[in-house]
């Protein structure tokens, strides 16, 4: 009869995790090497470094989670939507945070150690770990430490940059990209990046010039999604004198941007007036999320949906764009939270034309194509279909993609 404590069980557990962990860091930068030398062509680097990825952060978010068990236990819905978005930050990729690892671009450095690359694979780990808890300056000294051990990680020099750029220093944050683009000009994450900077700076051409090598790249789609959010190709063709200053991207970007300037003093503050009582409507809420999303902001994105659920649990636009904004992760854990938002959605209004579209792009992801048609016809048999929605259906091939 085994004398094994629950304790001890747990502790085996968790060090056979952390075994398995450190054994897929080893075996990233095993792969770097092997890709380094000519082992391996592109195509198979890139899968398998996207698998060795994802295992590793499905390791380390269990990790976390036992931690966390272990201590004190946050009993709030708040903090438990804080843990996915952290898991957001820490895995998958929608806005500026969160497309390194579907960019899967081959990083340059290639004729460091082996130490010095696990050391520096690791430190990359725990920069996206901190940057889930919305530790900004905390996560730039991590890419720091990074770049330290390799001056030319072109990941951390991006990153970095992206993040000086969130914190108010654009000018900061274009030395740093500077120096990714010339390291790795193949690197879509940090031309977006450019481009957004170069307009911050009053530079449009320099943005044109990014966006044109851009769109040169194999880019993955939610970086290229990240383009059309910010509103950056309307944007700059305006700035240039062109037409496109009224272009529907130009204009939602403008929309959502005016959202927030009105949204975020009312309700991105230290104690937040309950949202039923400030006279902002949910639509205008959604809207600044979306702005806040586009800019990698995505925590933030999500508690301002959050505050609108907390008085109105059962608002179906606010459902539906919370489940939108963690779905289109793509992440396994949190794409099955989104499409839990997006059913309570259509439970409550089954006709209810951003989820039906949501929910089907959701659906796809996961590979359930039954579903996704579902969805899209009975989107389809709406007598009212909101333009917008036709567009992202049409710009992102779903009806290629489900047949």
């Known amino acids: 009869m085994s004398t094994r404590t629950e304790p001890d069980r747990m502790s085996a557990l968790a060090r056979a995790r952390l075994e398995q962990r450190d054994f897929l860091l080893r075996s990233l930068d095993d792969l770097e090497a092997e890709f380094d030398a000519g082992d391996l062509d592109d195509i198979d680097y890139r899968n398998l470094k996207a698998d060795y990825t994802r295992r590793a952060a499905d390791l380390i978010r269990r990790i976390e989670r036992q931690e966390s068990a272990a201590g004190p236990t946050a009993g709030t819905s ?8 952290a898991m957001v930050l820490v895995v998958a990729g929608f806005a500026g945070f969160l497309l390194a690892q579907f960019s899967g671009n081959r990083r340059p450095g290639g004729s460091v150690t082996g130490d ?49 750029r969130l914190q108010g220093d654009p000018e900061a944050a274009k030395l740093l990209l500077d120096d990714a683009v010339a390291i790795d000009p193949q690197y879509p994450d940090a031309h977006v990046f450019s481009a957004a900077v170069a307009m911050d700076l ?18 993955p789609p939610f970086v290229s999604q990240l383009v059309d959010s910010m509103g950056l190709r309307g944007a700059i063709t305006a700035a240039l004198g062109g037409e496109a200053a009224t272009t529907p991207d130009a ?3 403008a929309r959502r941007k005016a959202a927030l300037d009105k949204v975020g003093p009312i309700l991105m503050v230290d104690n937040p007036p309950a949202f039923a009582g400030t006279g902002i409507s949910v639509t205008e809420v959604v809207d600044a999320s979306e702005a806040l999303a586009s800019d990698g902001q995505l925590i933030d994105a999500v508690k301002l949906i959050d505050q609108v659920i907390a008085d109105l649990p059962d608002d179906v636009e606010a459902l539906a764009a919370r489940g939108w904004l963690i779905a289109r992760t793509r992440n ?12 309570r959605a259509l439970e409550l209004q089954p006709d209810y034309p951003n989820a039906l579209v949501y929910r ?11 579903g996704a048609r579902a969805d899209l016809k009975a989107f389809d048999a709406l007598d009212q279909k909101p333009a917008d929605l036709v567009e992202l259906i049409d710009r992102f091939g779903l009806r290629q993609s489900i047949g």
Do not use: C, M
């Open 251 to 253: 204009a939602v970007a």
């Open 78 to 85: 708040w903090r438990r939507a804080l843990a996915w978005t």
């Open 116 to 164: 010095i690359r696990a050391s520096a694979r690791g430190l990359l780990f725990e920069a996206r770990q901190t940057l889930g808890t919305g530790d900004l300056p905390g996560a730039v000294e991590v890419y720091d430490q990074v770049l330290e051990l390799q001056p030319s990680n072109v990941e951390a020099l991006a990153y970095k940059g992206w993040l000086e």
């Open 202 to 219: 009053g530079d449009p051409q320099a943005a044109a010039a990014h966006l044109k090598l851009f769109d040169t790249l194999d880019a």
């Open 332 to 343: 396994p854990e949190l794409l099955k939270a989104g499409i839990v938002y997006l059913n």
């Open 360 to 370: 089907a792009f959701s659906l796809e992801f996961v590979g359930d194509t039954e």
